[in-house]
């Protein structure tokens, strides 16, 4: 399978790809994505039971810590025997979660920068909408209905208001 994709005429369709994907490119996507990088980078809450860390790290109990634990390991175990005998466990793992991103994290983020000149709002969206999603550790909702983006009435500012997930 790896050679398959190291073929020349692999290298080539994925080359294309990367051309058409550039040509379609705005720079309010940029934009977005890049300010999203920012973000994660900066502003990002995480709690101590995520798997990856951002700089703004909330610690749960040591109790709370212990059963989360103590939920992964079995629905681990029970994820051995294979993927649908562990639902339950999984289920049980995500409603502990939840509860613990009610608990610690923010009900609404607002990260606030200079004015920020955004020509297509969809676009800007999108972009933001793949950085977070990308990283992988956002708790926050990321649809596009649900991200308020907003200027101050002075218009000294632009906020980026972000709800926590259900």
Not at 20 to 42: A, L, R
Not at 72 to 98: I, N, P, Q, T
Not at 125 to 152: A, T, V
């Amino acid at each position: 399978m790896y050679r398959e994709m190291l073929s020349p005429e692999n290298k080539k369709k994925m080359r294309d790809k990367r051309i058409k994907d550039k040509e379609e490119m705005t720079s309010d996507y940029q934009f977005g994505y890049f300010v999203g990088e920012n973000i994660y980078y900066n502003i990002l809450p995480t709690i101590s039971i995520d798997s990856i860390h951002t700089r703004h790290l909330i610690k749960v109990s040591y109790r709370e810590k212990k059963e989360f634990e103590r939920l992964e390991k079995l629905w681990s175990d029970k994820y051995d025997l294979g993927k649908d005998e562990a639902k339950e466990e999984w289920e049980e793992v995500m409603k502990f979660r939840r509860k613990m991103e009610n608990k610690y994290l923010p009900p609404i983020l607002d990260c606030t920068y200079w004015l920020m000149n955004i020509r297509d709002m969809k676009e800007f969206k999108k972009g933001l909408i793949s950085s977070l999603w990308n990283c992988d550790i956002c708790h926050y909702k990321l649809e596009e209905d649900e991200i308020e983006i907003f200027d101050d009435k002075d218009l000294y500012f632009t906020t980026i208001r972000l709800k926590l997930g259900d």
